[in-house]
């Protein structure tokens, strides 16, 4: 070395520099790599200790965990099978079959959006999932007419069934498979994780820590979600018999796409990170670059393996589809499916609305995704009349929206009307808001009438079908069946719900039960309970949410029979006996009650109610109810605490209002409730243990006259034989339950259509029937309702209706006919045409329910009212007088034959000025029943 000079020496010392710098790089590099590959070495030791035992970390693993096969090109071509098989998954190989149709590799896919991720315009953003890619025919997720994914419908029938579960081994097989590749490549991309992280707190870090979580953001917890769901399912494959379920594992599955959303809100910033850092940093650009190992094998990035996970949940909503086709409706794992295909489809949408480069991103104010709670349809009252709206509730707000108007084969569309943020919602009373609109509520006799419509209208319907061209009536029928229900779910709904605005404004909205009202408040709540900001949303905004409303709806149609399947069950028609037995789990003393409900023509009526059970915290009740049922499917309990305290009287009914303390649910299965033996059940509601008795009887059994066989007793009876033993001119057991319901029960609200306990009508049935001395000691002190029910059952049990078989056919034709006049005269002539007992009963019952209609504005029973309930009683005929020359085919049929006949001949007497038995028989114009 020959320093002869400063500059000599100076230019000696700026290479030393430089070789310094050089090799201190070279070191920060050779120490990076010893980490790597030990970590890598440890990790294939734990997985694998006998094939890794004594062996380097060889080019064949690195190969086969980041090697990807080559993804079809723009212009279709494929990789050869020769290719794919030299490139086997790292993981030791599991023993299954396997088949071509069902091969859901994530690899050999191209997402939309390319390798680069990047949109037209240069600008990098996240690639469109598609929710029904065509990678095989039977992948396609099938459209409905208006785009909407239709949930695929199992392919199997009779002995196909052990053919499809083969099927679905083999779907599960492949899908196992693609799984283990899928594990593998997340593994991959976390090698270089751990390492990172180590020199990340050296002197000299290749990526800070910052940048190391950004980029690897919840891979490690996809990788354990996976391996979780992977490990519990391949036992399931290896022991596979028809007996197997699986659906419980893809439903936590999917129940966990939270994680996943969180990974595809920070994969555009961990993109953007990556590719930043592989510029900055030549160290870090090598890893994610890969050193090909051999001229033809190109390697997979870390930057291409973070596209990964969003690819996965497509690939897993396919197979979801494959398997609910190849499994049977009533195999355990069926509503599993389904429940999981519909998260998946419902995150799938999510998502697209905000990863489309094409839209906007809608996103709460704390920056949190906006996800869908709870929809479904309601009536608000809205500039003082009913519309039926579509309500959905967010995370953080409530949307109110209407179906709008589109041309025959556009795609339907929401407009929305307001929107509260939860933030600012409340449940004020009336005082502290502005005026609500008002109710309206139609009179109950129009109701009635709607539904025997509707009824009627079903039977024409199953009639037609029989018919060799009645298909063209059948839509006529169908679409005016459908209007007609339409009317009645707008115009039944008669509880208020009120939705305040902290800022003064209110909407009013109507259901038709509590339980539904407590549902939509206790939703509310449980999301007001975290901490809420309030917002005001763009017109951008709002439109890009309103859109997505439609996909993401769980409610799609209006509960009315025109939107259900042929084949879906119709519902029980009859009479449900239930005993409400006791209740336990209550923290403390209160007075408590039950209410039950069950479900008509698509919306759900209270019917029963037991009396109040006062400071306890196990009350036994006992009581027995007869509910009537009208296509029900669904039994609702509700159980309250009783407020005495008249300052929370409700300002809408003026009556007290009542805490929920818990409510539940059953499904009437016609299979268990039509035994003939009751059937004991519970209903578990918040801790809240009710239990239960239940019996169902049909409706052609429940309109059979059957004669008595006894003399004695009254109930089953003929009239005139009551009548003459007792030797008064009407029956005893009518003028004592008439009087008692007149002396303390004609101001009970819906005296004689609210049921009575049934054990106390059976007790008072008893009573009267052997005549016991103490009878007007019971009746003094029995429920009002239980009266009045003992009154109904006596008519109903008579073995010929009051207005006898005989007048029956008379009675149907005069009550048609147009003329007054002539109308007049013969139903006043059939009526004189009367037995004696029976025409003086008649006419006792008859001033007797004018009466009880005279306080219909406290009672709520109006003359139609009070026609509906008695009209069929009175007026039915026996068993063996309505088989003559009837083609009844079915219950409904039975239920709705000639009723509302029958209810408007029992309303033209009591709309009638006042009948006397003396002027009917002083006059004697001569009219032939012959009608």
């Not at 649910?665 to 039509?674: G, H, K, M």
């Not at 309930?869 to 003559?884: D, Q, W, Y």
Request: glycine letters at 4%.
């Amino acid at each position: 070395m020959d320093l002869n000079s400063v500059e000599d020496i100076e230019s000696e010392l700026e290479t030393c520099k430089a070789n310094l710098k050089r090799l201190q790089k070279a070191l920060a590099e050779e120490k990076f790599k010893v980490i790597y590959l030990e970590t890598t070495v440890a990790r294939q030791k734990r997985n694998d200790p006998e094939r890794f035992e004594g062996k380097d970390l060889n080019e064949n693993f690195v190969r086969n965990n980041l090697l990807v096969p080559k993804t079809a090109g723009r212009d279709g071509q494929k990789t050869s099978s020769a290719q794919r098989d030299s490139r086997r998954p790292f993981r030791h190989s599991r023993e299954f079959d396997s088949d071509d149709d069902f091969n859901y590799n994530t690899d050999g896919y191209e997402g939309d959006g390319g390798e680069d991720g990047k949109s037209q315009d240069g600008s990098e953003t996240l690639p469109f999932i598609d929710e029904s890619p065509t990678m095989s025919p039977q992948l396609c997720a099938p459209q409905g007419p208006d785009g909407e994914t239709v949930l695929p419908t199992p392919l199997l029938a009779g002995g196909d069934i052990e053919k499809g579960l083969e099927m679905k081994r083999l779907v599960l097989s492949g899908f196992l498979a693609s799984e283990e590749i899928y594990i593998n490549q997340l593994e991959a991309l976390l090698l270089p994780m751990r390492p990172l992280k180590a020199t990340a707190t050296t002197s000299q870090p290749v990526l800070t820590i910052q940048q190391v979580e950004t980029i690897f953001y919840k891979i490690q917890d996809i990788f354990q979600i996976h391996k979780e769901f992977y490990d519990a399912l391949l036992p399931s494959i290896q022991q596979w018999d028809e007996k197997v379920t699986v659906g419980h594992l893809f439903q936590k599955l999917a129940s966990q796409l939270g994680v996943y959303k969180a990974f595809v809100d920070n994969y555009k910033v961990a993109l953007e990170t990556a590719e930043k850092c592989s510029q900055a940093n030549s160290q870090f650009q090598k890893i994610s670059e890969v050193i090909t190992l051999t001229q033809s094998s190109p390697l997979l990035s870390p930057t291409a393996l973070l596209y990964k996970p969003i690819d996965r949940v497509t690939r897993s909503t396919l197979v979801l589809h494959d398997l609910l086709k190849h499994t049977p409706k009533d195999h355990p794992d069926f509503p599993l499916l389904q429940d999981a295909l519909r998260i998946s489809q419902n995150f799938l949408s999510s998502i697209n609305e905000e990863i489309d480069p094409r839209r906007t991103a809608v996103t709460t104010p704390k920056g949190e995704a906006r996800q869908l709670v709870k929809d479904g349809f309601l009536v608000e009252v809205s500039e003082s009349s009913r519309k039926l709206r579509h309500v959905f509730l967010f995370t953080d707000l409530l949307l109110c929206a209407k179906m709008k108007k589109t041309a025959v084969g556009r795609h339907q569309q929401y407009e929305c009307k307001w929107y509260i943020p939860l933030a600012d919602l409340t449940f004020q009373t009336l005082d502290d808001s502005d005026a609500c609109p008002s109710i309206q509520v139609l009179p109950e006799h129009e109701i009635e009438e709607m539904k025997i419509k509707i009824s009627v209208l079903k039977n024409e319907i199953q009639k037609e079908k029989k018919a060799p061209k009645g298909q063209s009536r059948v839509e006529r029928l169908r679409k005016k069946m459908n209007e007609q229900e339409s009317w009645l779910l707008l115009h039944s709904p008669t509880i208020p719900f009120r939705i305040n605005n902290k800022h003064g404004k209110c909407y009013l909205f109507l259901l038709s039960s509590d339980y539904e009202r407590s549902e939509w408040r206790e939703s509310i709540q449980k999301l007001q309970k975290k901490d809420l900001q309030s917002c005001m949303l763009s017109s951008v905004e709002l439109q890009v949410l309103t859109s997505s409303c439609f996909k993401l709806r769980t409610v799609h149609n209006i509960p009315v029979t025109g939107n259900k399947d042929d084949e879906e069950t119709p519902g029980l028609y009859g009479f449900l006996h239930v005993i409400v037995h006791s209740a336990k789990g209550f923290k403390q003393s209160a007075n408590l009650y039950c209410t039950l409900e069950v479900d008509s023509f698509g919306y759900f009526v209270s019917k029963a109610k037991t009396r109040v059970f006062r400071d306890t915290t196990e009350p036994q009740w006992n009581e027995e109810f007869e509910i009537e049922l009208e296509g029900s499917q669904y039994l609702r309990i509700l159980c309250y605490e009783k407020c005495y305290d008249k300052s929370m009287l409700n300002k809408d009914d003026n009556e007290i209002v009542d805490k929920i303390m818990g409510k539940g649910q059953v499904q009437l299965d016609p299979q268990t409730v039509q035994s003939k033996n009751w059937h004991m059940d519970v209903i578990e509601m918040n801790g809240i243990k009710v239990e239960f008795s239940m019996k169902f009887t049909s409706r052609d059994l429940s309109l059979k006259r059957t004669p008595s066989k006894k003399q004695s007793g009254v109930f089953g009876v003929k009239i005139n034989v009551v009548t003459k033993r007792e030797r008064s001119k009407v029956p005893y057991i009518v003028r004592q339950c008439i009087e008692e319901v007149e002396k303390r029960g004609i101001d009970e609200v819906g005296i004689y259509r609210i049921s009575g306990v049934a054990t106390d009508i059976q007790a008072l049935k008893s009573a009267f029937d052997t005549n016991t001395k103490d009878i007007l000691v019971m009746l003094s002190d029995m429920d009002i309702n239980a009266i009045a029910g003992t009154l109904k059952l006596y008519f109903r049990e008579l073995p010929e209706p009051l207005l006898t078989d005989r007048l029956y056919p008379a009675f149907m034709e005069g009550i048609a006919l147009s003329d007054p006049a002539a109308k007049e005269n013969c139903m006043m002539h059939l009526l004189r045409s009367l037995p004696e007992p029976n025409i003086m009963t008649f006419l006792t019952l008859l001033e007797h329910l004018k009466r009880v209609a005279e306080k219909e504005p406290i009672n709520k029973m109006s003359l139609h009212n009070l026609a509906t309930v008695f009209g069929p009683t009175l007026l039915r005929p026996s068993e063996s007088e309505s088989a003559k020359g009837q083609h009844i085919t079915s219950a409904s049929d039975i239920w709705s034959h000639d009723v509302m006949a029958q209810v408007q001949v029992l309303l033209y007497y009591l709309q009638h000025p006042p009948i006397s038995y003396a002027e009917l028989k002083r006059n004697t114009l001569y009219f032939s029943t012959d009608v």
